[in-house]
């Protein structure tokens, strides 16, 4: 996601770009199914980190134009949880009203619907007045997206109000299909998948990084460039040790389950019930997609989370290891029983809340992956970059809409530095992806899901809703 999106923000701007990726096609790390416009699964994290996701959130939909599934999303909190609705209320608040100066200072900002429906709240009453109502083959207000779950979520077991947030989804694949696209068009832009970088090595005689990298064929090659942009997500503490640039950091492994509700009723929004992270109540997530698929996270140690999967690293590593039950996973495939056994406890989890939910199936294999935080603190969402060395970046996001902010902060750098001129500033989003923005909406779904099979998943994954 990151060395995809920095590659299109410099190659747009004309720069001459290697771009190095080991798998077989771009934005190949981690899910990314939630577009967090505003960070309000996260009741943990700083008003100033919701309020960057949100910023980063909209600029990411003005690039990334048909990646975004536009559904809302409803966040609940059950009765034997120790929160309340309306500690949640002051920071919604707040979040309306930055995205409202934000649509006032340009209405291109204006990406998640009307400000004011940022969010909307309902009491137990309003959910039993939407109960008799029939679900709306294309819901498109509050009201009609709220309908299917007012009908089948137990209303007894939530305080009130609950909350509907103009939070949408994010297609991991049809970004992929959307910078695949683009950079295909680049001239300037050679991009080498299945292509391993092996070592790195600053020349302090000609200013310059040499990369050695091995390529599918399996032979080594090297080549030389001014400025080296290290975007290995959970690996990138790995080249960190190869250009002895120490970094404190933290790799998550974590994992989502996709599930088939045949029996599934009305278009849903994505319904989000908040619980203690870690604990057997953790979060429950069920993330829609269309044809009755639908992605599901449980934050508890038997569902998304695993027991040592949070590593940090040390004073001789800046590369934290996971034990071989991850690089097993990660390198090459699950068990298959605990891939049944792990989604039939995430059909459960929701179960508990949507008791329908309980004759959903397994849909495919996990979505999942290791992420990194950088620094210590484990609860950190909104990051983007670091420099250290001489002409060295290294991304550190851990959400997918900070992405640009990274590529942005590069710019900026690398302008600094005097390695490329200063662009015009008064370009605006639109203005400084104009490949990106002229691929059409049709290509883009249709080459998604490609990806998406070749990945082993449906292509109902990739296809949009709204
Ligand atoms: C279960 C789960 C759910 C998530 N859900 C969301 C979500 O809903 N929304 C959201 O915004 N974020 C989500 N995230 C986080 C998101 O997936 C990551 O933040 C994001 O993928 C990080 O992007 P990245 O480019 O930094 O790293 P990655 O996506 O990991 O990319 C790094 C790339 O570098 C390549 N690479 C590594 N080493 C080398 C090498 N030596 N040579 C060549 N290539 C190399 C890898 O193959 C990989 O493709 C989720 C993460 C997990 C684990």
Known sequence: MAGSTIALRLAELGISINLFEEGRSLVNGPPICHLHAGGNLYREISEKQCLDLLKQSIDTLRVF???????????????????FPCELLPRLKVLNDAYSSLVTLDQRNKVLGEPSDYFTLYSQQDLERLQQLDNPTHPVTPDEWMIPVAKSLQLDQFKYPIVMVQEYGLSVFRIAATTALALDQMVNCHTLTSTKVTNVQYESSSKQWRITYRTSDNSEQRCHVDYLINACGYRSGSIDDLA??????????????????????????ELIIHGERGTPKGMAQLTPYPNGYFQLH??????????????????????????????????????????????????????????????AEV?????FGAQQIPG???????????????????????????ALSAADAIVAELINKQLIAQPDKSNAREQSFPITLGLSKDEIVSYAEKIAEERGFPASLAQPIG
């Not at 134009?65 to 929160?83: E, F, L, Q, S």
């Not at 849909?363 to 979505?367: A, I, M, N, Q, V």
Request: hydrophobic share 35%.
């Open 363 to 367: 849909g495919g294999k996990p979505l």
């Open 244 to 269: 002895h640039i120490p970094r404190e950091r933290m790799v998550e492994f974590k994992a989502a389950y996709v599930t088939h509700w045949a029996q599934c009723e009305g278009e849903w929004p």
């Open 376 to 402: 210590t603190d484990p609860t950190l969402r909104a990051a983007d970059i670091s420099f250290s060395g001489c002409n060295y970046a290294r991304s550190e996001i851990v959400k997918a809409s900070s």
């Open 298 to 359: 449980g934050m508890t140690q038997d569902i998304t989370l695993f027991k040592d999967g949070l590593v940090s690293s040390s004073k001789c590593t800046a590369q934290p290891v996971l034990n071989a039950s991850f690089q097993e996973k990660l390198n090459r495939q699950w068990p298959q029983t605990e891939v049944v056994e792990r989604t039939e406890r995430a059909i459960k989890h929701v179960a508990q809340y949507v008791h329908s939910f309980k004759d």
């Open 65 to 83: 134009k048909y990646t975004a599934n536009i559904r809302p999303t409803v966040i609940a909190v059950p009765m034997d949880d120790k929160g």
